[in-house]
């Protein structure tokens, strides 16, 4: 379940982890707990009476196990030693009154040992062992990230296709059953509300995953486009999730949930049973690795978490921040919305225009804005850059110039772990935004070279 709990204030809320990240949000002071050295085992925790998450089972092919091992309701779920860092339980000291929420996975971050930072009105990991070492993991083998501050949405009843159609850019009717798309809900200047991935469960039934912190933002807009007999609920404080990311991330899964499991293909959900509770398995992720994003009842969560990351002890498996995740979408060029994607940028100058049909025949909010600037082009681009040299690394809001003139302003930056050097991306004149132009960014008073480059700044050749 989503608690919320209360913000910090200490000394570290300067750090330079903030500027490694590039969030305003403050860090969370961490002390050492008396008495405990190490987590070693999680209490089972019972089953719901309600199902919670999934009024249905996706309708595609569901195969089920039996219920054997650990964090069956009742039981214990005993963790190796080797899956929990040796370091002391670091609790949060928290005084600021303005609340904040926690993921029901809170505790077992604790557990772990992980720096918490506010992020988008949670209380979130940045890391556990280390960013750089975190990313390495990811991109070598595999790492898991907990996503439950992420939103869930369903969507039903025999309208569902044509409203959803008629709200977002994507064509919704393409997905078939058990098929997603990733798509944009925009406002009526064409301004990026919300980057989503929406997955179709049954011929009228539909999952929205929407991001944590346009949570309110996104139901107070679908419910204010709502038609009758169309169906909403928000299962978001009732849901959680975790994104299996890496090279071995199916090794790792299919070890985990058995051969039984019935193993998604790319952008495609399927469900399953773990321990007698439902889960929904989807071929998606944030960090340009293939893996897979589990959804599930919130009441299972930490032995969910605890026991993937038993099972994929042997494979490498590490679990994961958010300073690695920003930096592992940042090379692969994935947007963040709130920094690359706002209300005041559309998603054609944001180069989403694979995902904005606007040849379907509904009319979504911005179609008309967008149609026009199709015809008569955008006048900025979100581009990627890197660094010339070694240096400071970019940072959001740094302004890129070419000669005495102004050609845009960073969005996002930060060094790459992969490459070596500085990366980021940046909204810069059409005029300036050709691969290989070169420009100057402006860092602390100083220019430095970089050069405008083309996405993605990695890619997985397999």
């Known amino acids: 379940m989503k608690t919320t709990a209360r913000s910090p204030k200490s000394k570290e809320h300067r750090?330079?982890?903030?500027?490694?990240?590039?969030?305003?949000?403050?860090?969370?002071?961490?002390?050492?707990?008396?008495?405990?050295?190490?987590?070693?085992?999680?209490?089972?925790?019972?089953?719901?009476?309600?199902?919670?998450?999934?009024?249905?089972?996706?309708?595609?092919?569901?195969?089920?196990?039996?219920?054997?091992?650990?964090?069956?309701?009742?039981?214990?779920?005993?963790?190796?030693?080797?899956?929990?860092?040796?370091?002391?339980?670091?609790?949060?000291?928290?005084?600021?009154?303005?609340?904040?929420?926690?993921?029901?996975?809170?505790?077992?971050?604790?557990?772990?040992?992980?720096?918490?930072?506010?992020?988008?009105?949670?209380?979130?990991?940045?890391?556990?062992?280390?960013?750089?070492?975190?990313?390495?993991?990811?991109?070598e083998a595999a790492g898991v990230f907990d996503i439950s501050h992420m939103g869930e949405f369903f969507i039903s009843g025999g309208g569902a296709p044509g409203f959803l159609n008629g709200l977002l850019t994507n064509d919704a009717a393409k997905p078939g059953v058990g098929q997603g798309q990733y798509t944009l809900m925009l406002n009526?200047?064409?301004?990026?509300?919300?980057?989503?991935?929406?997955?179709?469960?049954?011929?009228?039934?539909?999952?929205?995953?929407?991001?944590?912190?346009?949570?309110?933002?996104?139901?107070?807009?679908?419910?204010?486009?709502?038609?009758?007999?169309?169906?909403?609920?928000?299962?978001?404080?009732?849901?959680?999730?975790?994104?299996?990311?890496?090279?071995?991330?199916?090794?790792?899964?299919?070890?985990?949930?058995?051969?039984?499991?019935?193993?998604?293909?790319?952008?495609?959900?399927?469900?399953?049973s773990w321990n007698c509770q439902p889960i929904l398995a989807a071929r998606t992720g944030y960090t340009g690795e293939d893996g897979l994003e589990f959804f599930f009842a919130g009441e299972i969560a930490e032995n969910f978490f605890f026991a993937l990351l038993e099972a994929g002890r042997p494979f490498g498996l590490k679990p994961c921040g958010l300073g690695a995740r920003d930096t592992l979408r940042l090379e692969a060029c994935l947007p963040l919305n709130g920094n690359d994607l706002s209300e005041k940028r559309t998603p054609l100058e944001a180069g989403l225009g694979p995902f904005v049909s606007l040849t379907k025949e509904a009319v979504f909010p911005g179609k008309d804005i967008l149609q026009k600037q199709k015809s008569e082009g955008v006048k900025e681009k979100l581009v990627a850059f890197r660094l010339k040299e070694k240096g400071p690394p970019p940072r959001p809001h740094y302004a890129l110039f070419q000669g005495d003139v102004q050609a845009g302003e960073a969005t996002s930056g930060a060094p790459s772990p992969t490459l070596g050097y500085g990366i980021g991306l940046a909204y810069v004149k059409t005029a300036c935004a050709e691969p290989g132009t070169p420009l100057e960014l402006e860092v602390r008073g100083a220019r430095v070279p970089v050069e405008i480059v083309k996405k993605p700044f990695y890619k997985r050749n397999s």
């Open 188 to 272: 009526e200047r064409g301004g990026v509300i919300d980057d989503l991935i929406l997955y179709r469960l049954h011929d009228a039934e539909f999952l929205l995953v929407v991001n944590a912190a346009k949570i309110d933002e996104d139901r107070a807009w679908i419910k204010k486009n709502l038609p009758a007999g169309i169906s909403f609920s928000d299962r978001s404080d009732a849901t959680g999730a975790l994104a299996l990311q890496g090279p071995r991330a199916l090794e790792i899964a299919r070890a985990f949930l058995g051969a039984a499991w019935p193993e998604p293909k790319r952008n495609e959900i399927t469900s399953h």
């Open 15 to 139: 750090s330079k982890l903030r500027g490694i990240l590039g969030w305003p949000g403050p860090l969370v002071a961490r002390v050492p707990e008396r008495g405990i050295a190490r987590a070693q085992e999680v209490t089972g925790i019972g089953t719901s009476p309600a199902n919670l998450l999934f009024a249905r089972n996706v309708s595609t092919p569901t195969r089920t196990r039996s219920c054997p091992g650990p964090a069956v309701a009742g039981q214990e779920a005993k963790i190796s030693s080797a899956t929990v860092p040796d370091r002391r339980y670091i609790p949060t000291i928290m005084s600021d009154p303005a609340p904040l929420q926690k993921t029901a996975l809170f505790t077992a971050h604790q557990k772990l040992g992980a720096r918490l930072v506010e992020f988008g009105g949670w209380l979130m990991p940045v890391q556990y062992t280390g960013i750089v070492d975190e990313h390495k993991a990811v991109r």
